[in-house]
C-alpha cells in the first residue's frame, strides 16, 4: 500500500502548501533519492496547486476507498477544522459575503453537514481520520490551540483518536497543554517549515538571509490577514505608516489567497489608509513569497507560516496580537522581545536596540530549530510508515 499524507494542499494558502513539500524532503533521505517510491498526498478539494508551487495531489476519496494505509496527517490546527470551513475556502471570491453571511446565521452542525457533504467528506472531521479505516497514522507538529471552539465531548473524541496514533507531536506548550487535558503527553516540536531553508529547493533564498550569511538591510514587509486588516486600528494605521515613512515604504505580502483567507483584499483596504508609501506584492508562487520574507530586514505578521519562515531565515519578526496560533508558537519557541504587539506597541518594538548580538541569536535559533524540525518529521515518519526502529524527539 501506499504511503499517504493529509491536509489542505489544494488553495493557495502559504502554510498549507509548505506542509507536503517538508515531508517530501524528509522521506527522501531517508529512503534515499535514488528510490522510486514516493508519498501520495492527498486533499478534500480538486485544487491542483503545482503551478503555485505546490505538489501533486490526489482526491482523499478516492485514495481512502480501500484500508491498510499508512497515514500522517500534514500538522496545522487539525483539531479545530470543520467541513464547512474547508468548502468554503475552496470557492470563488465572489462567494465571500455569502460565507460570511452563513458562519453567522447557520448552526454549525448545520454548516458542518453542508460542508461534509458537498466535499463527500470521509470522516467526521476533515482531518482526524477514523482509525478504523487506516492500519497507522501519524500526527505531525499540530496545533490545537483553535480545538476550544469544540464542546468538551467533542474535543475528547478527537484526542482519543489521536491518543491511538503511532505517533503524535504538538508545535507549540498551548497545544501540549491543552492534549495533557485530555490525558495526552506529547513532545513539542517545531513546525516542519522551520527547515525550510535546508531543502535544495531553497538554496538561493538561503543565500540572501541572514542565516545564510546574507544581509539584513531588505525592505520592511508587511503581512496582515483579512480579517486582521479589517479590524486594524488607527493607532496601527500611524504606527505603520511612520515605520514606512522612515524605510522609504513598506512592502506588503499577501500569503493567503484562497476563499475566505484572501490577504489581498485586506492589504489593499490597509494600503489605502497608510500615510506612507506602499507597494503591494501579489506572489504566484510559494517561492515568490519564500524570497519575499528571506529578503527582508523586518517582518511584521499575523500568519505563523510567515512568521516560522523569518525565523528559518533569522530575520527579525514582528508578530500581530489576537492570532492564537501564532501567540502559542511565538509564546513556546520565541524570544522575549517577540511577543505579539498591535498599535504603537509595534513601533515600539520596530525602535528597539539591535545589537549584533541579537542578530547572531536569530541566525543560532534558526540552525537549532531546523536540526531539531528536521529530527521531530523524520521520527513521524518512520513510526508511522514503518520505515526504520524507532527514533525518539
Not at 476519496?61 to 468554503?88: C, D, H, N, R, T
Not at 547572531?360 to 530549530?369: I, P, T, Y
Amino acid at each position: 500500500m501506499p504511503n499517504l499524507t493529509l491536509g489542505a494542499y489544494d488553495r493557495f494558502n502559504y502554510g498549507d502548501l509548505l506542509f507536503p513539500i517538508m515531508l517530501d524532503a524528509s522521506y527522501a533521505r531517508i529512503k534515499n533519492r535514488e528510490s522510486a517510491s514516493r508519498l501520495i498526498h492527498c486533499t478534500i478539494g480538486k485544487g491542483d496547486m503545482q503551478r503555485e508551487g505546490g505538489v501533486e495531489t490526489v482526491g482523499a476519496q478516492a485514495a481512502f476507498q480501500s484500508g491498510g494505509q499508512k497515514l500522517i496527517v500534514g500538522g496545522g490546527e487539525v483539531l479545530g477544522a470543520g467541513w464547512f470551513s474547508m468548502w468554503s475556502s475552496l470557492q470563488p471570491d465572489w462567494m465571500d459575503s455569502a460565507v460570511r453571511f452563513t458562519r453567522k446565521g447557520v448552526p454549525r452542525r448545520s454548516r458542518e453537514w453542508f460542508g461534509r457533504h458537498m466535499l463527500r467528506g470521509y470522516w467526521e472531521y476533515p482531518f482526524v481520520p477514523d482509525v478504523r479505516t487506516i492500519k497507522t497514522v501519524g500526527f505531525n507538529a499540530i496545533g490545537a490551540t483553535h480545538s476550544d471552539i469544540l464542546p468538551i465531548a467533542e474535543q475528547r473524541k478527537l484526542w482519543e483518536i489521536v491518543a491511538k496514533a503511532a505517533v503524535a507531536t504538538v508545535r507549540d506548550n498551548t497545544s501540549a497543554s491543552i492534549a495533557a487535558r485530555f490525558g495526552l503527553d506529547l513532545p513539542v516540536v517545531p513546525d516542519s517549515a522551520a527547515a525550510i531553508l535546508d531543502l535544495p529547493r531553497f538554496k538561493r533564498q538561503r543565500e540572501v538571509a541572514p542565516v545564510g550569511g546574507g544581509s539584513d538591510s531588505g525592505p520592511v514587509v508587511l503581512q496582515m490577514s483579512r480579517s486582521w486588516a479589517s479590524s486594524c486600528s488607527q493607532e496601527t494605521i500611524d504606527a505603520l505608516s511612520q515605520i514606512g515613512t522612515q524605510v522609504g515604504g513598506l512592502v506588503l505580502l499577501p500569503v493567503g489567497l484562497a476563499s475566505a483567507h484572501s490577504d489581498q483584499s485586506g492589504l489593499e483596504m490597509v494600503s489605502r489608509r497608510l500615510k506612507c508609501a506602499s507597494t503591494l506584492v501579489i506572489p504566484k508562487t510559494l517561492d515568490e513569497i519564500v524570497t519575499c520574507i528571506t529578503s527582508a530586514s523586518v517582518v511584521i505578521a499575523s500568519s505563523l507560516h510567515v512568521s516560522i519562515t523569518a525565523m528559518a531565515a533569522g530575520v527579525r519578526v514582528i508578530p500581530l496580537v489576537g492570532v492564537k496560533k501564532l501567540a502559542a508558537y511565538v509564546d513556546t519557541w520565541g524570544f522575549e522581545n517577540e511577543t505579539p504587539v498591535s498599535g504603537a506597541a509595534i513601533l515600539d518594538m520596530f525602535g528597539s536596540d539591535d545589537s549584533e548580538a541579537c542578530r547572531r541569536a536569530r541566525v543560532d535559533r534558526a540552525s537549532s530549530m531546523s536540526v531539531a524540525a528536521q529530527r521531530a518529521t523524520r521520527m513521524v515518519i518512520e513510526k508511522t510508515y514503518e520505515l526504520l526502529p524507532d527514533a525518539t524527539v
